[in-house]
């Protein structure tokens, strides 16, 4: 079965303290039997800039393996930010912005944070938030943007983390452009994830190393075939429009 990872990094992260490299990537696709995955740069990138163009480069080695997620800090302006998403989204080819809401310090309802949406708007690809621990990590205050982007996917990263989980499949039920990526998820809330909105809930890791205890999850669900394909892969496929 074909398996879409909604949510890896690339490179150094000063804020966690974490680096995944290409190599370490080569071997989680091999290893894990990964299909393809969707790779954004950590929010506490030393030069976000210069990770996009290594997940690029890794993307044109890795065919239909890599698809790209962009990823760089709202605060730094309009010019800045907008020039690196015409970039990425333009002439990079990627399938999808990042809003870290604790990385960057940054709530989704900020006026910084409407570039981020204007140009998801712009190149028709979604918007992940982060959700879950941090700052301005609530899932709630997504709504008004979902409300105001009807077009915009908006992928709700690690689906609340648990301590919103509540917050993020309620979302998820009431707009049809609220999505939900489950990495971090405890195994209770996944099952009623799934149950309530199967056409809604993407596979991710986050991590190279979370992504065993990933695919032990849902395995541990005993799900049915097509359920477990949406979770996996027709999900992703359809709402990064992903041509695998």
């Given amino acids: ?3 879409i990872d909604s949510h890896m990094h690339l490179g150094e992260c000063r804020i966690f303290g974490l680096n995944i490299t290409e190599e370490q990537l080569v071997e989680y ?3 894990y ?3 393809a995955a969707i790779v954004q740069p950590f929010p506490g990138a030393p030069d976000p800039r210069e990770v996009h163009d290594r997940i690029y480069r890794l993307a044109k080695k ?3 393996r890599v698809y790209g997620m962009a990823s760089i800090n709202p605060h730094l302006g309009r010019d800045v930010v907008g020039r690196e998403l015409e970039r990425v989204l333009g002439d ?3 399938v999808a912005i990042k809003l870290h809401t604790a990385g960057h310090a940054v709530s989704p309802t900020n006026p910084a944070a409407s570039i981020v949406f204007e140009y998801a708007a712009k190149y028709k690809v979604p918007v992940m938030v ?3 621990p941090g700052p301005f990590s609530d899932p709630m205050s997504v709504a008004p943007r979902a409300e105001e982007y009807t077009d915009v996917k908006i992928v709700l990263g690690h689906a609340g983390f648990e301590v919103y989980a509540a917050g993020a499949l309620w979302l998820a039920k009431k707009y049809d452009n609220v999505y939900l990526e489950i990495s971090w998820t405890p195994v209770y809330w996944l099952s009623a994830m799934i149950n309530e909105v199967p056409g809604k809930v993407l596979f991710g890791t986050d991590l190279v190393e979370n992504t ?3 695919l032990a999850k849902i395995e541990s669900l005993n799900l049915k075939d097509e359920i477990k394909e949406l979770i996996l892969y027709k999900n992703a496929k359809e709402v990064f429009g992903l041509p695998i």
């Fill in 130 to 132: 982060h959700t879950g």
């Fill in 92 to 94: 990079l080819g990627f």
């Fill in 29 to 31: 696709f091999d290893k």
């Fill in 1 to 3: 079965m074909k398996i």
């Fill in 33 to 35: 039997k990964i299909t």
């Fill in 212 to 214: 065993p205890v990933e």
């Fill in 62 to 64: 890795l065919e239909n």
